[in-house]
Structure formats: C-alpha cells, structure tokens
DNA sequence: TCTGGGGTCCTAGGACCC
DNA sequence: TCTGGGGTCCTAGGACCC
C-alpha cells in the first residue's frame, strides 16, 4: 500500500502568534523581525503584497514600512514555541503518527485512518485549528512528502480550496499540470544553488524535472538527492515519517552582537552567556559533549571581512556551564585580536554522549569525585533558575556586559510564558 | 548607522591500513 | 622505486531546510 501524508503548515506563523492576541491587527500590514530588529524573518499577505522579500534588511525597507504604517514586532520565541506546542497536541489528538518537522510545520501519516474525502478532512482540521487556538493553517496531503509540500502551498495560495488541496484524487492530467505551473525553484530540496543549475539545463517546472532520466537528474543534482526528488514527484515515496524525537548531532547558540565590539570583556560575557544556554540545553537532554568551539566572526557586509574557528575537546566529556566557559574564554584570550571588529559569536557543542554512560580517560580511569561535584553544582544551578527564573543565577563572565545583547525593542509581551505579562481582561455589567 | 538563529545531510578527497 | 585493488576514518565544504 502506497503512503499518504499530510502536511498541516501554518500561514505567515510569527505574525499569526502576534495577532492571537492583537485582533485590531488582523488586517493591518505586519512584519516580525529577529533578534537584532535587523530583518524581516515573517510577514502578513498585505507585508507581502507591498513587496517587502522574506528576510529583508529593515533599513533598506524603512520607508515602505513607514509609508504603510506596518506594524513591526521584534520576535517572540517564548510566545511561537508555546504556540506550537498547542497545535502539536492538537494534532497528535487525530493521530500519533505525526513528525513535528519544524516550529510551523508537521506531518501526518493518514494511512489507515478510514478518511473517504481527504481535502475535507483538511479543511475540518483547518477549521479546527483556527477555532481552537486561533492560528491559520494550510493542509497539503499526497503520496510523497514533496509532493505534500507542494499541495499546501496550492491550498495557501488559491482561498476557493478552503485551506485544504489533496493529490490524491487528481487524474493524471490534472497532476501533471499541478507540476507544470510549478517553477523548480518551488520545490522542497531546491534551493538557490541548484535552481539556476536546473534551469541551464533546460529544466524549468516540477514536471520538466519529473521527467528527467534518472541518470541526469543524478548529475545535476546529486546522486542520492537527485534519484530521491524525480521519484517524490512521480508519487514514489523516499522520505518517511520520522516520528521519534531524534537527538540533536549539535547544539548551537549565537548571536549577532548588538553593535560590534572590540571589547574584550563583551565578547567574553557573550561566549559566557551562549556557552550557557547551550550547556543548559545538553544537560535538559542528560548528555555530555566530547567537543565543540567557538565561531567568531567580522560584519560579513564591511571590508575585510574575517571569520575564526577555535575548536575544543573535552578530555572529560562535559556539560558542566563553567568547565566549558573557561575552556572558551581560554580560546577567546589566546586569538582575540584588539582592534578588530568582532560582529557575532557562535557556540557550539558536539560529539555527544548520554550522561549515564562510562566515562574513563585514556588509563581507563574514572574520577567519580569530581564528577559527581560538577553534577551537583549544575542541579543546584538549574534548579534555583528554575525556581526563581530564568537566569537568575548564572556565572560572573555574563554580567560583565549587557552591550552585547541584541536590541529586542518591538518585542510584544510573553503573553503565554510569564506570569507578570498575561494579558489583562477587564469585564463591564 | 542598520543584513537572524537555529539545524541536517551528502560528497570529495586525503591519510592510512592490508 | 613502482605496482594495485579494496577498505575505513576523518575533515572541509557545499547544499539544503525552517
């Protein structure tokens, strides 16, 4: 039996989250922007519509965004990540067969689940999620994932489909003129490296590539890839669901700086903070890492532009926050260069390990004492921010400057995830 | 002046082994 | 000094995703 999966996408997310709570703005023109208030990372249909490009640098669209008096929000993790996880448990309510495939985006495997007419199945699930939790979706449901992808946006794109547009009931005709009308670039697995390649060679639509011999599409775009997206169009399934929560192979922390510094102590109190956070995340994960390093790096827009990788390993794999603060900062002392300019840092981790596993040095000899200090340190750690906040305690090196943080201006209250932010309703009799 | 923050997978090539 | 197939492991870089 061939496979059918659903993909249930949510429509302009970030800015959707923003409107739960700010209803006047449902037809206003409105932007999300990172961390940095840098650039555009969402955008309303009516933001779309006045041209503003995903990921557009906020200072070159100034005076679009002043001359529609759009609306701009600094982004707002805290509120999309709980906002998420609602439509999750929505969702596994229809079926457990699901993979959260990003924090917009999952898919559902269909197979089995008695449904007779699927592109109403999607448009009840449509209704649903608008109704419950108040966010736009668009389902997409077909016999290969790609081809999932392509359905929801067909069914984002044309508003007769009332939200929902399935491959499954479509001739053969009808499929192929879905493929044709669809540039490659479109396509889920080609990006703007492959697209001009693509098309070089005389491949410009989704059916153009469907129908290519398989031999070329392995030269043009890859052996393994190539094979896999001729065969997702034509309805043969490559990519499964993949429901586990997998592990992460790494765990990145970064930030754009909110101005560039030369400072030691700045870049020092950043490195501190990031090594923090991603510290935090593998010991929420019970594991430890053999290795990681430290990305740092110039403005990629001015002259000169540099970049330094000062990698690490651990001979004790770790995830204690201060062993890997001081081992960076080691790093940061031995190559910063005064003078330079420095724009943006990355942490990173990797190599992991579970926490419950052996753990010996090359002698084969492991010492339970300090380990067993290090893990308590961390708890007490943990468990104090978790009682009292968010960083309430956290390692000297942080605080050494604030000047690093980016600026978050338009950023709109955690109406979901703090307590001292909850909307406030007043009622009249 | 001002351009995000996370991730994954694949491939080619070099070093090394028998 | 050169010949040769067959294998593994590692790394850097490229490409993609949201």
């Not at 707002?76 to 998420?84: A, K, W």
């Not at 043009?220 to 034509?234: D, I, T």
């Not at 090594?275 to 010991?283: D, N, P, Q, T, V």
């Not at 390990?353 to 002698?363: K, S, W």
């Amino acid at each position: 039996m061939s496979s059918i999966f659903a993909l249930i996408d949510c429509n302009n997310f970030f800015v959707s989250c923003e409107r739960v709570f700010r209803p006047d703005l449902e037809n206003r023109p409105t932007v999300v922007l990172s961390s940095n208030d840098g650039c555009v990372v969402a955008r309303s249909n009516q933001a779309k519509a006045l041209g503003i490009p995903m990921g557009a640098p906020v200072f070159k669209y100034r005076q679009v965004l002043k001359d529609n008096d759009v609306v701009q929000f600094s982004a707002n993790f805290e509120l999309y990540g709980d906002i998420s996880s609602r439509i999750t448990s929505l969702l596994t309510e229809l079926t457990p067969r699901i993979e959260v495939y990003s924090v917009d985006e999952s898919f559902l495997d269909l197979q089995g689940l008695n449904i007779t007419d699927y592109a109403a199945w999607g448009r009840a699930v449509k209704d649903r999620i608008q109704r419950e939790i108040g966010i736009p979706v668009s389902v997409g449901i077909a016999p290969t994932k790609t081809l999932a992808k392509l359905a929801s946006e067909q069914a984002k794109h044309d508003e007769s489909l009332g939200g929902a547009f399935s491959f499954l009931d479509l001739s053969e005709a009808e499929h192929d003129a879905m493929l044709q009308k669809t540039p490659v670039k479109d396509l889920w697995g080609v990006g703007w490296r492959l697209n001009p390649k693509l098309k070089s060679a005389g491949v410009h639509t989704a059916l153009d590539l469907s129908r290519l011999w398989p031999a070329t599409a392995r030269q043009l775009v890859g052996s393994k890839h190539g094979a896999q997206l001729v065969a997702e169009l034509n309805g043969i399934s490559c990519h499964g669901l993949e429901p586990e929560h997998q592990p992460q192979k790494s765990i990145m922390r970064g930030r754009t700086f909110g101005e560039d510094t030369d400072q030691f102590h700045v870049i020092e109190a950043a490195i501190a903070s990031l090594a923090s956070g991603a510290a935090y995340r593998l010991r929420h994960e019970h594991r430890l890492a053999r290795s990681g390093g430290l990305l740092l790096n110039t403005s990629k827009h001015k002259p000169g532009f540099r970049s330094w990788w000062l990698p690490i390993t651990f001979d004790t794999p770790t995830n204690d926050s201060g062993i890997i603060i001081s081992r960076l900062v080691r790093e940061l002392q031995q190559h910063y260069q005064p003078g330079q300019q420095y724009h943006r840092a990355n942490v990173f981790l990797l190599d992991f390990i579970a926490e419950d596993a052996l753990q010996t040095d090359l002698l084969g000899y492991v010492d339970t004492t300090i380990d067993e200090r290090s893990r308590r340190r961390m708890q007490a750690l943990d468990d104090i921010n978790k009682r009292f906040g968010k960083g309430r305690l956290g390692y000297a090196a942080e605080r050494f400057s604030a000047t690093w943080q980016p600026k978050r201006q338009l950023r709109s209250p955690r109406y979901t995830s703090q307590w001292s932010e909850l909307p406030t309703v007043r009622l009249y009799h």
